[in-house]
């Protein structure tokens, strides 16, 4: 059996991801005791991150603490390929479909939010390679051309597409210059921490939580180091759910696999034409990601979303070489001209899957705790939104925001195992063959009625 050139170059690419290898990365911060505090957040990534700044610019005399039980950015936050979009439905369509009578205030809201962490980004100073700058879908095969709109201004036929990024699987695209943005997920995150700190927020690493329940007036959250009290909790764990397993039933934990590249030369670059730097995705089902890092890089991720049978998590799911070995021949594949370039780094990292697509909300332990989860792979941007949600919602004063139904409603809950792993498999290769052929089969169409998805 012949083994594919690629195969050796993913191979070879250090098992870590790109934006925590790094000599900026700072010394972790040190845990802490027994504390009483006014609010605590649990998680140290972007969801945990925004709740503790927001919380402090909107009252600057809250007491509040920030616990991670391993390292700012280590898991989704620092792992994901940083598209940071203006969308909080996970696209267009998506919200349109479920929310059509809101879906315009969906599109306001996610546009001021993504302006806002543009505005967070600059004023506080933090270097994080954030850049304005769009996001092109592209058609790699003749039935997904329909659906970037040829009728629609903004459509760009085979020859324009390729004007702005060359790959020979181009058959059409659309810019999308306004709603998304380029960042270093993981230098956004230390950044977001540096500024909270400044504002008086402690941050607190290496403190798993092992137990949360309400005492009277308070929320008792247990761990190693001692016992935290705290008058309001915000629950930003993402797709570790087992503070609260009523989050259990609805999110999935699907591991996303990312390759970076070796940094191109400068003629290796002028052969994609890619001078604006925008990201890139395709209309597939079962989709790529990618863009230019800061020293010219390409990151490139997606496609293979992978379900472990009974909600596995595992560190050793993040190295899957045959997910990795497929990327690569999808890169190559796409970037024909780049043949013999090498691959620096590969990963994986587990990401909140839910039925729905995008982030939903809730109280619990009567109002005292709030949870945002189930981004999707979208939680670069919108956890700034979730952010100021579960601050509404813990304030209990209705607010354009808590008064949204996308955020009064719940997506439909996953059935239990072994239904969930035979459901996603056949939705998975139900997706696949639908990209082939371009028809969504009986069973992608009885899940689009009941509103039911699964996708990375």
């Known amino acids: 059996m012949t083994t594919h050139p690629a195969h050796a170059r993913a191979d070879a690419a250090a098992p870590r991801p790109l934006w925590l290898d790094t000599p900026l990365r700072p010394a972790a911060r040190p845990s802490v005791g027994d504390q009483v505090v006014d609010l605590l957040v649990i998680g140290g990534g972007f969801t945990g991150l925004w709740t503790a700044l927001r919380a402090k610019e909107r009252d600057p005399d809250r007491s509040v603490l920030l616990v991670e039980r391993d390292r700012i950015a280590e898991h989704a936050t620092g792992r994901n390929g940083g598209f940071c979009e203006a969308s909080l439905t996970h696209g267009e369509a998506n919200g349109r479909d479920r929310w059509p009578d809101e879906y315009d205030e969906l599109e306001r809201l996610g546009q001021e939010n993504l302006d806002q962490i543009e505005e967070t980004v600059r004023r506080h100073g933090i270097d994080c390679d954030f850049r304005r700058s769009g996001q092109l879908e592209v058609a790699t095969r003749p039935h997904e051309v329909d659906l970037l709109e040829p009728d629609v201004d903004g459509f760009l036929d085979a020859d324009a597409v390729r004007t702005l990024l060359d790959s020979p699987t181009y058959l059409a695209g659309r810019l999308d210059a306004e709603g998304c943005a380029m960042v270093d997920p993981a230098r956004l995150a230390w950044g977001l921490a540096d500024a909270a700190e400044t504002l008086g927020v402690r941050i607190a690493e290496n403190t798993a939580v092992t137990r949360m329940r309400r005492r009277g007036e308070l929320v008792e959250v247990r761990t190693p180091h001692g016992t935290i009290r705290a008058r309001q909790v915000a ?208 069973w992608l169409r009885t899940l689009d009625r009941w509103g039911l998805g699964f996708d990375s």
């Open 235 to 442: 629950l930003a764990t993402n797709v570790f759910t087992s503070l609260l397993r009523r989050l259990g039933q609805r999110v999935v934990p699907v591991y996303d696999h990312v390759l970076a590249t070796e940094p191109l030369s400068p003629e290796q670059l002028e052969s994609l034409g890619w001078t604006d730097r925008f990201g890139v995705a395709d209309s597939g089902n079962l989709f790529h990601y990618y863009r230019l890092t800061e020293d010219n890089r390409i990151l490139w991720g997606g496609y293979d979303a992978v379900y472990h049978f009974g909600k596995g998590i595992d560190a050793s799911h993040e190295q899957r070489p045959e997910t990795h070995r497929l990327l690569a021949e999808h890169f190559f594949t796409t970037f024909p001209q780049l043949e013999g370039l090498g691959f620096s780094h590969r990963w994986g990292g587990v990401i909140d899957t839910c039925s729905r697509f995008c982030a939903f909300f809730g109280l619990a332990h009567q109002g005292r705790v709030a949870y945002a989860t189930g981004f999707t792979g979208l939680g670069v941007g919108a956890s700034r939104f979730a952010a100021d949600v579960m601050l509404d919602l813990l304030d209990g004063r209705p607010t354009e925001r808590t008064r949204l139904a996308m955020v009064r409603e719940k997506p439909v809950p996953f059935p239990p195992e072994p239904f969930a792993w035979i459901g996603i498999q056949l939705t998975r290769w139900a997706s696949a063959r639908a990209d082939v052929t371009g028809r969504r089969n009986l």
